[in-house]
């Protein structure tokens, strides 16, 4: 039941399926779809410890300081409800992955679908030429504008704007990738290319500098992350955090347009009201502050975005779960895991889009955001202590961990040995992520479902 209303939600954030008005109540179908895979996953995994993850803090802090600011405000109050609903769809994803053994493959699969929806919508916009609101007009300065002779229509595919169709390719992308290359064999196997290629193609017909900026540094991430030893590390690293130097040097200095006024503007407003003026009520203040006919929806940027709406407060707790979540794809690239690799290379992807813009402020991105990051945050990892191998990664950057003993699936390719019949495993012959070897097997030992029957192994963070 818990897979059921995980895929229910991620869908709802491809393609809108479910309807928005409420039922009865608060209630909408979305948020007791949500109800039920909870209340489903109580049952079989009770035990609070089942349920921890590193963001726990942090995100508790986010609702409390976004409740704080929003309390006495009907419009910040549903607003803060949609993030109740977020924190929810990640715990989620998160027990649902510790408990079911195959979710691994599920959750490429409903990335793969994700993602060839949204394309073939976006794409069949493209070559119809149908007029979604939105162009861009060719040149150097790719300016807004469906008047200017020869202007571009920028798809926008199931989402309302180009931005936010960028922002939902470049985060599930890699893992629609990885799902082709560790499920799909012959010519399935070429299809799936065929649809990650469209993937990117559509990307492109966004016509967002910023998203496909993004996706040149998500591919490289990715390139880096699945393998992140020696010289490719080295230079994956510097083309990374170069691109997003680069990226952040030239909004400042190139003024971004309409954007520095925006963003100055947010910071006084933050400074006025320290504790946050609540959720969505960042755009109407910039509204009235900034004059001109143009009107906003947030702060043009995500984490300045939340200081202007929870507060500073939370604002840090916002910082503490983008380092929290960096150093979990880091450490979980490390030990060998690919959907780590593939779901780091997807929220960098998006995050360098957000220093620019908030799709995020969308809730089906949001949710979206949820499903990655719940995926990463229950990846399995040899030792879940948060400062656990810095002083080795800061000494020996560049070379090999270690050697530890993680779960079949989360074994380096290299490192793997022949499948046997007895063993589930893919088209590619990588074993199913939750699949605990016999103790026959010379390179791992047994080990059960630390969720389902309280023993301590890679499935629990503590």
């Not at 910040?76 to 053994?101: C, D, K, N, P, Q």
């Amino acid at each position: 039941m818990g897979l059921v209303c995980v895929a229910l939600m991620f869908l709802e954030s491809v393609t809108d399926i479910l309807p928005d008005g409420a039922w009865f109540w608060l209630v909408t179908p979305a948020r007791a779809v949500l109800v039920v895979g909870l209340v489903a996953m109580a049952v079989v995994a009770p035990r609070r410890a089942a349920w921890r993850t590193w963001l726990d803090v942090p995100l508790l802090v986010l609702v409390l300081t976004s409740l704080l600011a929003s309390y006495g405000r009907a419009d910040s109050m549903a607003g803060w409800r949609w993030l109740l609903t977020e924190v929810g769809f990640y715990y989620l994803v998160v027990i649902v992955r510790r408990t079911h053994r195959d979710t691994h493959r599920a959750a490429l699969v409903l990335a793969l679908t994700g993602a060839a929806v949204a394309t073939l919508v976006a794409l069949q916009q493209a070559a119809a030429q149908t007029p979604t609101g939105f162009c861009r007009a060719p040149g150097a300065g790719m300016a807004d504008g469906c008047e200017q002779p020869g202007a571009l229509v920028r798809v926008i595919g199931t989402f309302a704007n180009p931005n936010l169709l960028a922002a939902f390719l470049l985060l599930i992308l890699p893992l629609a990738w990885l799902a082709v290359d560790e499920w799909l064999n012959g010519s399935m196997r070429l299809v799936g290319w065929v649809l990650v290629a469209l993937a990117a193609l559509a990307l492109l017909h966004t016509w967002s500098r910023a998203g496909m900026a993004a996706g040149v540094l998500g591919a490289a991430a990715l390139v880096t992350l699945l393998r992140p030893y020696g010289l490719r590390l080295r230079r994956g690293g510097v083309l990374v955090i170069g691109g997003l130097v680069a990226a952040i040097v030239l909004v400042v200095v190139s003024g971004a347009g309409i954007r520095t006024h925006v963003w100055g503007e947010s910071l006084r407003i933050a400074f006025r009201h320290p504790l946050g003026v609540g959720m969505g009520r960042s755009g109407a203040l910039l509204d009235a502050a900034i004059p001109g006919s143009l009107q906003f929806q947030h702060a043009h940027n995500t984490w300045l975005n939340w200081l202007v709406e929870a507060g500073w407060i939370g604002f840090l707790a916002v910082l503490a779960i983008t380092g929290l979540v960096c150093w979990r794809a880091w450490r979980s690239a490390r030990e060998g895991s690919r959907i780590a690799a593939a779901c780091g290379a997807g929220l960098l992807g998006i995050g360098m889009m957000s220093l620019a813009d908030h799709p995020a402020n969308s809730l089906r991105i949001a949710l979206a955001m949820a499903f990655v990051i719940g995926l990463l945050m229950s990846s399995p990892l040899s030792d879940t202590s948060i400062r656990a191998g810095l002083p080795a990664v800061l000494a020996g950057f560049g070379r090999r961990p270690r050697a530890v003993a993680p779960l079949a699936a989360e074994v380096p390719a290299a490192d793997r040995l022949p499948a046997s019949p007895a063993r589930p495993v893919g088209a590619r012959g990588v074993p199913d992520e939750g699949w605990a070897p016999r103790p026959s097997n010379p390179w791992a030992p047994e080990r059960a479902n630390p969720v389902l029957k309280g023993q301590t192994g890679a499935y629990e963070d503590r």
